[in-house]
């Protein structure tokens, strides 16, 4: 069997000055443990370019490249353009329709990254139906979902030994389970799920469901894991991918 | 008119931009006002327990917040993730 490439993941850290310190010791040396660190979205609090330095200063500590999707909270002050920037600035890769490969000593690994947005699940989802500001919606996690689809097939060209999807919202609801099912329309969006599974994805990574839980499958079995800080309790986890074939 | 008060006041913490707090949840028990949830350190629980007050309910708060656990050293969980298994 093939070396796995380890990728090390965790979201929803939601920084701001009062968690300074919190991460940076935990993330020294994390190099021992994983080829790349990814942050789920959710980094920051209120969304301000303060809080975004908070998090570039707490996880300048990992000495792996750290790639991160920007969560909803990270668009809340309208600041969304300005954290990507700085944090681009401070050598953090930020993915938003996009993706970026890594080659480490097991192979290459391929991210590809979205925020994604609410949409609901089959059966329980918002409809493009009625009023625009409901087409808004609906329509905008329809797109947000063809986002990561092109991401992942120009990824696809990067012919990559593991491709990991990341996205801030769930693609599945298996892993929403503990969060109330009223909001899970909110939680996550089917669509993220149905373009993992049509496009060659090793592993999906998430975060946003809070209350939800770690372990999850899209309809075809590729393996989901909600990394949201309050799941996973710790300040990352490291799964150990598998290259599908052998360099 | 208490599920009113609770449904408003969680809204109040989830849009209040010190707080932004989206997993406080308030529930009326006679006359105590009951917070819980989970926050993130002990100033966010605080600046969640001031927007409660500021709301003059003229209930006793009762506060039910949990911190969450501090992400604490030692090795990280390593678990493997196999490619699917074709037979
Ligand atoms: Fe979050
Ligand atoms: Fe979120």
Same mark, same amino acid.
């Given at each position: ?10 979201? &929803?850290?939601?920084? !701001?000055?009062? @968690?300074?310190? /919190?991460?940076?010791?935990? *993330? #020294? =040396?994390? $190099? ?47 600041? &969304?353009?300005?954290? !990507?920037?700085? @944090?681009?600035? /401070?050598?953090?890769?930020? *993915? #938003? =329709?996009? $993706? ?54 120009? @990824? ?10 990341? $996205? ?80 | ?87």
């Amino acid at each position: 069997m093939p070396d796995p490439i380890r990728v090390a993941a965790v979201g &929803d850290v939601h920084l !701001a000055d009062d @968690l300074r310190g /919190r991460y940076a010791p935990l *993330l #020294e =040396g994390i $190099s021992g443990e994983a080829d790349a660190l990814l942050v789920a979205g959710d980094l920051t609090q209120h969304g301000t370019v303060e809080e975004a330095k908070a998090f570039a200063d707490e996880f300048d500590a990992a000495d792996v490249p750290v790639l991160v999707v920007l969560g909803n909270h990270d668009y809340h002050s309208g600041a &969304d353009r300005d954290i !990507a920037r700085l @944090l681009t600035d /401070r050598g953090v890769t930020v *993915l #938003e =329709g996009t $993706s970026t490969t890594i080659e480490t000593d097991a192979g290459r690994l391929g991210v590809a990254g979205v925020k994604g947005f609410c949409l609901g699940f089959h059966g329980r989802c918002a409809a493009d139906f009625g009023e625009p500001e409901m087409k808004a919606f609906t329509g905008h996690g329809i797109e947000t979902a063809g986002v990561l689809r092109r991401a992942l097939d120009d @990824l696809a060209g990067e012919e990559p030994d593991v491709t990991v999807a990341l $996205s801030h919202f769930a693609p599945v609801d298996d892993t929403l389970i503990g969060e109330p099912k009223e909001i899970w329309p909110f939680l996550g969006n089917y669509r993220l799920g149905e373009a993992i599974d049509e496009t060659g994805v090793d592993l999906a990574v998430h975060g946003h469901a809070h209350a939800g839980r770690e372990k999850g499958l899209t309809p075809a079995g590729v393996p989901v894991r909600n990394v949201a800080q309050p799941v996973i309790q710790a300040a990352f986890r490291v799964y150990d991918v598998v290259p599908r074939r052998s360099a | 008119m208490n599920e009113q008060l609770a449904r408003d006041l969680e809204r109040d913490i989830a849009s209040d931009p010190r707080t932004n707090e989206l997993g406080i949840r308030l529930q009326v028990r006679g006359e105590r006002l009951v917070v819980s949830g989970e926050v993130a350190s002990e100033e966010r629980r605080a600046t969640v327990l001031e927007v409660v007050r500021e709301h003059d309910t003229g209930l006793e708060i009762v506060d039910h917040i949990m911190l969450s656990a501090e992400p604490g050293p030692g090795g990280p969980d390593h678990e493997q993730i196999d490619p699917p298994q074709r037979s």
